[in-house]
């Protein structure tokens, strides 16, 4: 006997073989039950869940010799011809191969006569989406009311290509993505069926290779058996689908902490000389930071390996994020990239390039009105006890503070010099500096950026200072608003003496032209 393939072997005989679509299942079975046939049912999905198969058992339910049962027998004459694609009353139609309205009239032709064999005459319509819009027209009509004893039996992968005119008259269901750990379980099933030895490590990279699909994953399994010479281990699995082990993923991020250019160079020779598939890695790259990101935030050492822990433990929340945000966009672009492995070395180029700078936890970590600054004696001061620098500067601050004058002194950059931009000073006492902020750029202001406009303060003035913003009125005398008020002034001026200059005014009386106030553009900005 000749062999036969996985996916047909194993195909499901009964609703309780159907692995991941218990809630259709259930529907099915209690309308079966209560008698409660529809004319015309629609099963949506991806490729290979089970829309073919549910359509099948469906039909050997409603033609079962013992009767309309949610558990055909599978011994009858009419569940074996089911069975066998032998069933005369189950037209099978493949739609993309039969597009034409031509191919759906004949089709319709014998729809009237009664079955020859069962007890319903099933129409099944696989990939119905393919169909002409001509040939939807002329199923419309038949699919509406249709003879007691027929029954539309239709499967697409791509429901939103068809008619709303079609949905509306079908009884929907759409077969859901079948879970990587269903999977595996079916796998570890069928290889023991099949008395075929196997590590169970090697079924996961099987599962989450087939992206939802049982049968490619029997499909891939198949594969798999020939390539191990039936002994399937993880390794060989691995190099069959050019995938990598998390111990290489590992290895990879741990060179990226430790900026080992050399090491991270040789691993990726490595990986070229495997034949690997550069997408897949970083798509594991991607998983792993994704594992290292809840690790750390749910503060959980038993759900995740000992390699995601350990390097969790070395990166900060926030190169984590930066490094997940780098290798997706780089495994978007991956296509457009000259090869795959270029592709991949510009990835890890940029994550070395971007790994942001090493700071002091102290630092980064102080609260921005709880600074602690050292009680001291406050002593006299004396011929032999004079005042240091750094505490007179905050004295001669304190008298007379011009807060832009400040700002440009603080070096601030980004969001921070943009946060005090739009602040207007209202006070400074005691080491401690309070601010209003313009009531429309409350946007600003974040824990973050308070605590750098703090640290900052706290370096110019040479002592721990403390700040606290607070919103004011909509018609605060901010620096960004001075510097506009000055900037349109000059610009004011600017026009006038372009508008009184003898020679522009030449000039616009003999080509009779105008000055357009708004293309004047202030060069110099101070």
């Given at each position: 006997?000749?062999?036969q393939?996985?996916?047909?072997?194993?195909?499901?005989?009964?609703?309780?073989?159907?692995?991941?679509?218990?809630?259709?299942?259930?529907?099915?079975?209690?309308?079966?039950?209560?008698?409660?046939?529809?004319?015309?049912?629609?099963?949506?999905?991806?490729?290979?869940?089970?829309?073919?198969?549910?359509?099948?058992?469906?039909?050997?339910?409603?033609?079962?010799?013992?009767?309309?049962?949610?558990?055909?027998?599978?011994?009858?004459?009419?569940?074996?011809?089911?069975?066998?694609?032998?069933?005369?009353?189950?037209i099978?139609?493949?739609?993309?191969?039969?597009?034409?309205?031509?191919?759906?009239?004949?089709?319709?032709?014998d729809?009237?006569?009664?079955?020859?064999?069962?007890?319903?005459?099933?129409?099944?319509?696989?990939?119905?989406?393919?169909?002409?819009s001509?040939?939807?027209?002329?199923?419309?009509?038949?699919?509406?009311?249709?003879?007691?004893?027929?029954?539309?039996?239709?499967?697409t992968?791509?429901?939103?290509?068809?008619p709303?005119?079609?949905?509306?008259?079908c009884?929907?269901?759409?077969?859901?993505?079948?879970?990587?750990?269903q999977?595996?379980?079916?796998?570890?099933?069928?290889?023991?069926?099949?008395?075929?030895?196997?590590?169970?490590?090697?079924?996961?990279?099987?599962?989450?290779?087939?992206?939802?699909?049982?049968?490619?994953?029997?499909?891939?399994?198949?594969?798999?058996?020939?390539?191990?010479?039936?002994?399937?281990?993880?390794?060989?699995?691995?190099?069959?689908?050019?995938?990598?082990?998390?111990?290489e993923?590992?290895?990879?991020?741990?060179?990226?902490?430790?900026?080992d250019?050399?090491?991270?160079?040789?691993?990726?020779?490595?990986?070229?000389?495997?034949?690997?598939?550069?997408?897949?890695?970083?798509?594991?790259?991607?998983?792993?930071?994704?594992?290292?990101?809840?690790?750390?935030?749910?503060?959980?050492?038993?759900?995740?390996?000992?390699?995601?822990i350990?390097?969790?433990?070395?990166?900060?929340?926030?190169d984590?994020?930066?490094?997940?945000q780098?290798?997706?966009f780089?495994?978007?672009?991956?296509?457009?990239?000259?090869?795959?492995?270029?592709?991949?070395?510009?990835?890890?180029?940029?994550?070395?390039?971007?790994?942001?700078?090493?700071?002091?936890?102290?630092?980064?970590?102080?609260?921005v009105?709880s600074?602690?600054s050292?009680?001291?004696?406050?002593?006299?001061?004396?011929?032999?006890?004079?005042?240091?620098?750094?505490?007179?500067?905050?004295?001669?601050?304190?008298?007379?503070?011009?807060?832009?004058?400040?700002?440009k002194?603080?070096?601030?950059?980004?969001?921070?010099?943009?946060?005090?931009q739009?602040c207007?000073?209202q006070?400074?006492?005691?080491?401690?500096?309070?601010?209003?902020?313009?009531p429309?750029?409350a946007?600003?202001?974040?824990?973050?950026?308070?605590?750098?406009?703090?640290?900052?303060?706290s370096?110019?003035?040479?002592?721990?200072?403390?700040?606290?913003?607070?919103?004011?009125?909509?018609?605060?005398?901010?620096?960004?608003?001075?510097?506009?008020?000055?900037?349109?002034?000059?610009?004011?001026?600017?026009?006038?003496?372009?508008?009184?200059?003898?020679t522009?005014?030449?000039?616009?009386?003999?080509?009779?032209?105008?000055?357009?106030?708004?293309?004047?553009?202030?060069?110099?900005?101070d």
């Amino acid at each position: 006997m000749s062999y036969q393939v996985l996916a047909r072997k194993y195909r499901p005989q009964s609703f309780d073989q159907l692995i991941g679509q218990e809630s259709t299942c259930r529907i099915l079975k209690n309308a079966l039950n209560t008698q409660r046939i529809h004319h015309a049912y629609l099963f949506t999905g991806t490729r290979g869940v089970g829309k073919t198969t549910l359509a099948r058992l469906l039909a050997k339910c409603l033609n079962c010799q013992t009767k309309i049962t949610p558990e055909p027998c599978n011994q009858c004459a009419r569940c074996l011809a089911i069975n066998t694609n032998c069933f005369t009353d189950l037209i099978e139609v493949d739609a993309a191969s039969r597009t034409k309205v031509e191919d759906t009239r004949d089709l319709l032709a014998d729809v009237h006569y009664a079955p020859s064999q069962g007890r319903y005459k099933i129409y099944l319509i696989d990939e119905v989406h393919m169909l002409s819009s001509h040939s939807f027209n002329a199923l419309l009509k038949t699919l509406e009311e249709p003879p007691p004893h027929v029954i539309f039996l239709l499967a697409t992968t791509d429901p939103q290509r068809l008619p709303a005119t079609i949905l509306s008259r079908c009884l929907q269901f759409h077969l859901k993505i079948i879970s990587a750990t269903q999977i595996s379980d079916h796998l570890a099933n069928v290889l023991n069926n099949e008395n075929i030895p196997y590590e169970p490590t090697a079924l996961s990279p099987l599962a989450h290779a087939a992206r939802g699909s049982l049968r490619d994953a029997l499909s891939l399994l198949d594969q798999a058996i020939a390539y191990t010479n039936q002994q399937l281990t993880q390794q060989d699995v691995n190099t069959l689908l050019g995938h990598v082990a998390n111990t290489e993923v590992s290895s990879l991020l741990e060179a990226l902490i430790l900026e080992d250019t050399a090491q991270l160079w040789s691993l990726v020779e490595k990986l070229n000389a495997q034949a690997v598939d550069f997408s897949w890695v970083i798509a594991e790259l991607i998983t792993f930071l994704h594992n290292m990101a809840l690790s750390q935030r749910f503060k959980t050492e038993t759900n995740y390996p000992q390699a995601v822990i350990n390097l969790a433990k070395k990166l900060s929340p926030e190169d984590i994020q930066l490094y997940y945000q780098i290798a997706l966009f780089s495994q978007r672009d991956l296509a457009l990239a000259p090869t795959p492995r270029l592709g991949f070395e510009m990835m890890l180029l940029r994550l070395l390039a971007f790994k942001p700078a090493i700071e002091q936890q102290t630092a980064q970590h102080r609260l921005v009105k709880s600074t602690i600054s050292p009680v001291t004696e406050k002593k006299p001061a004396t011929a032999g006890n004079k005042i240091s620098p750094a505490i007179e500067q905050p004295q001669k601050q304190q008298k007379n503070l011009h807060w832009p004058a400040l700002i440009k002194q603080l070096n601030l950059t980004g969001l921070t010099y943009a946060l005090a931009q739009q602040c207007a000073l209202q006070s400074y006492q005691s080491n401690h500096l309070s601010l209003y902020l313009d009531p429309r750029q409350a946007a600003l202001r974040s824990v973050k950026q308070e605590t750098k406009l703090a640290q900052a303060l706290s370096g110019y003035f040479g002592q721990p200072t403390t700040l606290e913003i607070t919103l004011g009125d909509a018609d605060l005398s901010t620096p960004a608003r001075l510097e506009q008020q000055h900037k349109s002034q000059r610009l004011e001026q600017t026009t006038t003496a372009l508008q009184e200059d003898p020679t522009i005014q030449a000039i616009m009386q003999t080509f009779d032209a105008k000055l357009q106030p708004e293309s004047i553009q202030l060069l110099d900005e101070d």
